[in-house]
Each structure stands twice: as structure tokens, then as C-alpha cells.
């Protein structure tokens, strides 16, 4: 009413705004760049880590890996955008405890200047810096496959999470993608990206089962990418990770749905708290990311004192 | 005769002009006072020279306070500063406050500022005004050494208190002041303009009425030309290095101020955490939507803080 003298009442007015944002994002691939980076180059890397410090004593690392082929479209330069605040949003939220957030970028190994781009684990700017690195590459091999079993492969044998080490809590990997996973990790192209020997091609089933005693592995296929909602697509990746594939409608929620998935697997909140929070924001990602998560509800951790813990070496070794 | 009968009447209507002209001039404490005319309208009617010879010896005196009170107007017509900025000093008059810059060379920023008002009342939601104060109007003047100063006049804040100057706050109010602050710039954003120097000297909060009212917009856009110098230490780095700024900046200064005007000591930890995911170096990493961010807010602060 009127002037209405220091009115509070935004959540009426909130809708449809979206911040112009300074300079472009996409620095790298913007100056014309044709490969990848020498800080995202995983060619020649022992370990990628993600380490306690006493700064941050319990580091929880999020790794997030995404699609950068043509058939992804526009996704990848949303991404760029929208991924750098998923940083403040796990730390104002307090969804996770000492977030560490690594990014990186997949390609198609056969035809691809740069199939696989991967970032360091940073708590602080230098992740920004690596996001905007990122080459976008937008080729690909129009087969509906994607080198994502070399990132896996990465991810299971070259990186190291204190996480896990210390306190036996698996990380985060989330890949964001439209498209399949060739069926084999073939040691030609293992030589060729990340400089490894390995004697014979490992099965994707394979390399993943590795892998998930490191992470929690989340494949988010948003549908506004080219085979968004692709039934065989879907079919191949539930095959694969089960629940924990993620359909996205609303790319603009992509930081939303990575946030309350993490939120969830700490035990942090539970869905319905995390859903309230964003309708709370009137924000219209409330009910994609709603969509997106259903599957992941579940039980909680239980925590209390009922039993102490000895120390000791473990019964087993690890090969 | 009609013409002497006519003559007759205007001359005693001018007697009567002249003797109402110096009752009022004598009675007179400031120029003010004599609202009815301008100077050069009174000096017509009490001219020593136009007025009859038995009437000199009176005009003369009524000239001559006359005289005074409009010398007195034009030479301290900056009357007492009612406030110093950073680049303008600040003179009241009446319900408006005249803003002049010190220095002419900031004219340019007294220009961004009247155009980042006007955009305001032009572009913003006409409900959150009263976030901003109101430009009445802005001029060019020109002092007696030619040098030409940019003046905005703009309506005054009655009843309000500097932040820096409100001591001590309790959390409560701090919480109050965030929101508000929150509310300000989002609105600002969504009229496509950026605040750029959300300082505790910049911000008028109505502790009864929970107002809160940004000043100062001098340093507004997203290529700043200008920070105060005094509080180099607030700005986010693309401002300093970069020379941009966004609604990121906002974000950043804003929670900045509210950690120092708490202490961070004070600090009560959902807060802590809160700044913390506001203040990153790279303006991407921040939040990009005051009015989103405030809805993270209010989830961090008790229902009954939320208003």
C-alpha cells in the first residue's frame, strides 16, 4: 500500500529475476581454447586429493563431473554458471561438514581434443577458477555414448579422500550427462588420457564397484539435453547406480538438487525438510528437485554412544 | 476625473503596499520570513530612490535590513553543515537536504548517483521506496570562482539514526537491520541497480518503525568508479582489482557489515556460517539473488524475527 513504509513483503514480489552477472563465464572457452587446461589436464596425475586439514577437520569431498558433448546443447554453459554456488549454498546450509568440491568435464574419448577434464578438490576460489576453465569441448560422436568409464576409472584409482581413510564416509560423485557409458575402460585410451599401462580392458560393472567404495555415485540426466529422458539411456544408468539416477527438469536447480542429495546422504536433513526449505525460497526448483530426489529418502543414520569403538589395525588388506 | 479618482486609488494602495513591505522587512528575522516575495520584488517596493521624499528616511532603513538578511543568505545559504560525507557535505533545508560535492571533480559521481535514484523510481516496485531516498531534484551551480558543482536534493530522513552512530545492537535488532538491508538491495537489483558501497555510514535504520534506508549511491553500477577510501578494507576483490561489480557485491558488503556491526565474536554460529557462504573471493561462488538469499535467512532465524 502506498509507500508502504519499509515494506518486507518480497516473497510476493520475488519471481522471475535473474542477477546479470558481471563478466563471462566461460573465460576459457572463450578465448579460444581447444584443449583442456594444463590445471584440468588429468594426463600424467598420481592423485587428485581431498585432504583433512586443521582447517577443515572433516572434509566432505563432492566431486562433480559433467557432459560437455554437443548433444548436451546449452547444459554445459548453464552449468558453468550455475555450479560455482554450490559452495555456499552446502556452507550456509550446513548440508555437509567442510565441503570439498572438485570439478571436472567428460568428452568422448574416441573423437575428442579433451575427453576428460579434471579439477582439483578446493574449499575456496580456486574451484571457481578450475569451473571456468573448463574447455566445452560440444563434439561428441552422436552414438549415444560418452567416455564416462574413463572418469570413473579416474576417479576410482587416482584420487585419495581423507573422508574415507579417516572416518570411513564415502564421498560424492555426481556426473551430469544425456548420453551412455562405453562398456569397457579400453587401455588405449587410458595410455592416451591419463598416462596409465593397464593390461586389459576393465568392464564397466567392474570399475564401478571399485569406485563406489570410495563414493556415493549420483548420474543426473537433465531434460533439457539432447537425450534428456531417453528411455535407454535411463534404463542403462539405473542398470548401473539403481536409485541413485536423477532426472532433472529444471537446470536452473542443478546446485539445489547436489546440495539436498549430499544433505541427505550426511543425514543432515531429511527430504521433506530439504523440499520446505526451497518452496520456503519460493523457489519453483522446490518441485523439480523434489522430483529429481524422491528415490533417495531414506532411514536414518542412528547416533548415540552405545558402544565404543576400539582401535586397531583392520582384519583385512586391501590389494 | 475617472483618471485622478484612479490615480488617487493606486497611490494609496502603494502607501499601503510600501507600509505593509517595511512592517514585514522590520519584523523579518531571515530571509525565510519573507516567503511572499522575491528579493528583487521587495527591493522594487522599498527602493530608497522610488519612494516618496517624506517616506526616504524609511525605506532607506528597510533597505537596508533587506539587504542584510538576503546578504546573510547568500553568504552562509550553506548554513550550518548538517552532515559530512565522504566526498559532499550535507546542508538541511526544511524537508529536503542539499548534497554538494567538496570537490567538483565528483561531480560524476553525484550524476550516478541522481541516475541511480531516478532509475529506482522508475524501475523499481514502488512499494520498497522507502528503501532509497527520494531525489527532489538535481542542478548544476556555479560558485562565485566559476567552478561548477553537481547538487542533489533529497528528501530528508526524519528520526532515523546512522548505523555507525547506533552503538552497540542487541542480535534482535541486528537480525531486523539484515533483513531490511536484504530487502533494500534485492529490490535495488531487480531495478537493475547495484548499491556498490553498502557501509555502515550508508545506511539510516528507524529503530521503532524498523526502517532502514540506503544513502549514498554515488558509488552505484557495475563499473564502480570510485570506493571510499576509508573502507577499502569492505570491498570484495573484483571491485578492487577488477573495477565490476554486481549484485554479488552487495552480497558481500552487506554481510560483511552485519558481521562487523554484530562481531564476530557475537557471532551466533548458523549465522557464522551463513556470512561465511556469502563472502567468497570470486563474486561467482556468492549468491546472486538478495531476495532468494533472504529466504535462506529466515530459515536460520526464529519465526517470530521474520517480519
Known amino acids: 500500500m502506498g509507500s508502504g513504509h519499509w515494506s518486507t513483503d518480497v516473497y510476493t ?35 587428485r586429493e581431498s585432504r583433512d586439514s586443521s582447517e577443515h577437520p572433516f572434509s566432505t569431498p563432492i566431486a562433480v563431473l559433467f557432459d560437455v558433448t554437443g548433444s548436451m546443447g546449452n547444459v554445459p554453459r548453464v552449468l558453468q554458471t550455475k555450479l560455482p554456488q554450490l559452495l555456499g549454498l552446502l556452507t550456509r546450509k550446513n548440508y555437509a561438514v567442510d565441503p570439498q568440491i572438485m570439478f571436472g568435464a567428460i568428452g568422448d574419448a574416441t573423437c575428442d581434443r579433451a575427453p576428460l577434464q579434471v579439477g582439483q578438490f578446493e574449499s575456496d576460489n580456486r574451484m571457481d577458477e578450475h569451473l571456468s576453465r573448463i574447455y566445452l569441448e560440444g563434439g561428441g560422436g552422436g552414438q549415444k555414448h560418452e567416455s564416462y568409464e574413463l572418469a570413473l576409472y579416474f576417479m576410482a584409482r587416482h584420487t585419495i579422500i581423507d573422508s574415507m581413510v579417516n572416518r570411513g564416509r564415502r564421498g560424492y560423485l555426481f556426473i551430469i550427462g544425456d548420453e551412455m557409458p562405453y562398456p569397457r575402460v579400453k587401455p588405449r585410451e587410458v595410455q592416451a588420457v591419463i598416462g596409465d599401462t593397464i593390461k586389459q580392458p576393465i568392464p564397466i560393472e567392474e570399475i564401478l564397484t571399485e569406485l563406489q567404495r570410495k563414493y556415493e555415485v549420483f548420474y543426473i540426466l537433465p531434460t533439457a539435453a539432447g537425450w534428456g529422458g531417453d528411455a535407454e539411456v535411463l534404463a542403462r544408468w539405473r542398470g548401473l547406480l539403481g536409485q541413485n539416477v536423477l532426472e532433472l527438469d529444471d537446470l536452473d536447480a542443478v546446485c539445489e538438487t547436489i546440495a539436498l542429495t549430499v544433505g541427505l546422504g550426511e543425514d543432515a536433513i531429511d527430504l521433506d525438510e530439504g523440499i520446505a526449505d526451497l518452496e520456503d525460497l519460493g523457489s519453483a526448483a522446490g518441485s523439480s528437485v523434489g522430483r529429481a530426489l524422491a528415490p533417495l529418502q531414506r532411514t536414518s543414520v542412528v547416533r548415540d554412544d552405545q558402544f565404543q569403538i576400539t582401535a586397531g589395525p583392520g582384519g583385512n588388506q586391501r590389494l | 476625473m475617472s483618471t485622478l479618482v484612479g490615480a488617487e486609488r493606486r497611490r494609496r494602495h502603494e502607501e499601503r503596499t510600501f507600509e505593509d513591505a517595511v512592517a514585514k522587512i522590520q519584523a523579518a528575522r531571515t530571509a525565510q520570513d519573507l516567503g511572499g516575495h522575491t528579493y528583487r520584488e521587495w527591493a522594487k517596493i522599498v527602493h530608497p530612490d522610488a ?168 558509488y552505484a553500477g557495475h563499473r564502480p568508479r570510485a570506493i571510499v577510501k576509508a573502507s577499502e578494507a569492505a570491498y570484495p576483490p573484483e571491485v578492487l582489482h577488477d573495477r565490476t561489480a554486481s549484485p554479488a557485491t552487495d552480497i558481500y558488503m552487506a554481510t560483511g557489515l552485519m558481521t562487523r556491526v554484530i562481531g564476530p565474536s557475537r557471532m551466533p554460529e548458523p549465522l557464522r556460517r551463513f556470512a561465511a557462504g556469502c563472502s567468497y573471493d570470486a563474486p561467482r561462488m556468492r549468491p546472486q539473488d538478495a531476495w532468494e538469499l533472504l529466504g535462506e535467512f529466515d530459515e536460520l532465524i526464529p519465526e517470530n524475527f521474520r517480519n
Request: net charge positive; proline share 4%.
Open chain 1, 13 to 47: 514480489a520475488a519471481a522471475n529475476y535473474r542477477a546479470a552477472t558481471g563478466k563471462s563465464a566461460f573465460d576459457y572457452s572463450d578465448s579460444g581454447a581447444r584443449h583442456a587446461h594444463p590445471d584440468l589436464d588429468p594426463n600424467g596425475v598420481f592423485m
Open chain 2, 51 to 218: 519612494a516618496a521624499a517624506h517616506r526616504r528616511a524609511t525605506a532607506t532603513e528597510a533597505f537596508a535590513k533587506l539587504s542584510a538578511l538576503y546578504q546573510k543568505t547568500t553568504t552562509s545559504q550553506a548554513k550550518p553543515v548538517f552532515a559530512s560525507g565522504d566526498i559532499a557535505e550535507i546542508y538541511a533545508d526544511g524537508a529536503a537536504l542539499l548534497k554538494v560535492p567538496r570537490n567538483p571533480a565528483d561531480n560524476d559521481l553525484m550524476e550516478t548517483e541522481a541516475k541511480a535514484l531516478q532509475d529506482l523510481r522508475t524501475h523499481g516496485d514502488p512499494r520498497f521506496r522507502a528503501y532509497a531516498p527520494k531525489l527532489i531534484k538535481t542542478y548544476l551551480h556555479e560558485d562565485q570562482e566559476k567552478r561548477r558543482r553537481r547538487v542533489n536534493v533529497l528528501e530528508r530522513q526524519r528520526n532515523m539514526l546512522r548505523l555507525d552512530q547506533a552503538g552497540q545492537l542487541k542480535i534482535q535488532d541486528a537480525v531486523w537491520i539484515w533483513r531490511r538491508l536484504l530487502i533494500g538491495i534485492g529490490w535495488a537489483h531487480r531495478a537493475g541497480v547495484v548499491h556498490g558501497a553498502i557501509l555502515e555510514s550508508h545506511i539510516l535504520i528507524h529503530p521503532e518503525r524498523r526502517g532502514l534506508v540506503l544513502l549514498d549511491w554515488c
